[in-house]
Structures are given as structure tokens and as C-alpha cells.
């Protein structure tokens, strides 16, 4: 499984950014979806997942300003990113897991900036 990740950039902030992150497999292959951020000196956190069932998942900083999505036709998914704060500011990373065998797969990071 390969995925394709876009949409970061800088932003100032209580501004909108939207992720997207595209798989090379059909979402129907995929047990879960999700996007997780690292900043400088920090562990990498979950910011929000979705399930092939379209369970939604988000960190307590992620509700109500982050929304995921999945878009079926494009076998991709989506995190709209809304009143974006300066410690929003992170490498994001899409990540997957497979059906059947769990296996675990990261794309590319993309750099959020929330500056003014």
C-alpha cells in the first residue's frame, strides 16, 4: 500500500488547511485510516482516524476544529482542519492499516505551519 499525502502549507492563525491522502489500494482493502502530526522535540499523536465503516476518531485537540472524511470514488481520505492554532503546527503523516493481516503503512510527512 502506498499513500500519496498533500495539502500542508502555512497558515495564519484561525485559518483552514485540508489534508488529503491518497491510497493506491481500494478503501474497501483498508481496515482504518487516520492522520497523525510529530512537532519538533514531540512523540508522534494521533490526530484523527476513520474506520472502513466511517467511524470517526479525534484527539481531544482535534474536536470540533479537525473533520476526516472519506472519499470513496478516489480511494482517498481527508482531514479538514479549521481554526488552526500556532501548536497545530507539526509534520503531519497519513497513515493506514490493512484488513486481514493489520499491516501498518505511513506516507510522507506533509509541514503544517500556523503563524502569524
Known amino acids: 500500500v502506498q499513500l500519496q499525502a498533500s495539502g500542508g502549507g502555512l497558515v495564519h492563525p484561525g485559518g483552514s488547511l485540508r489534508l488529503s491522502c491518497a491510497a493506491s489500494?481500494?478503501?474497501?482493502?483498508?481496515?482504518?485510516m487516520g492522520w497523525y502530526r510529530q512537532a519538533p522535540g514531540k512523540q508522534r499523536e494521533l490526530v484523527a482516524t476513520?474506520?472502513?465503516?466511517?467511524?470517526?476518531r479525534y484527539s481531544d485537540s482535534a474536536k470540533g476544529r479537525f473533520t476526516i472524511s472519506m472519499n470513496n470514488a478516489k480511494n482517498s481520505m481527508s482531514l479538514q482542519m479549521d481554526s488552526l492554532r500556532p501548536e497545530d503546527s507539526a509534520v503531519y503523516y497519513c497513515?493506514?492499516?490493512?484488513?486481514?493481516?493489520?499491516?501498518?503503512?505511513w506516507g510522507q510527512g506533509t509541514q503544517v505551519t500556523v503563524s502569524s
Open positions: 489500494v481500494s478503501r474497501f482493502s483498508i481496515a482504518e
Open positions: 476513520i474506520t472502513r465503516g466511517l467511524t470517526t
Open positions: 497513515h493506514a492499516q490493512t484488513l486481514g493481516t493489520r499491516d501498518s503503512y
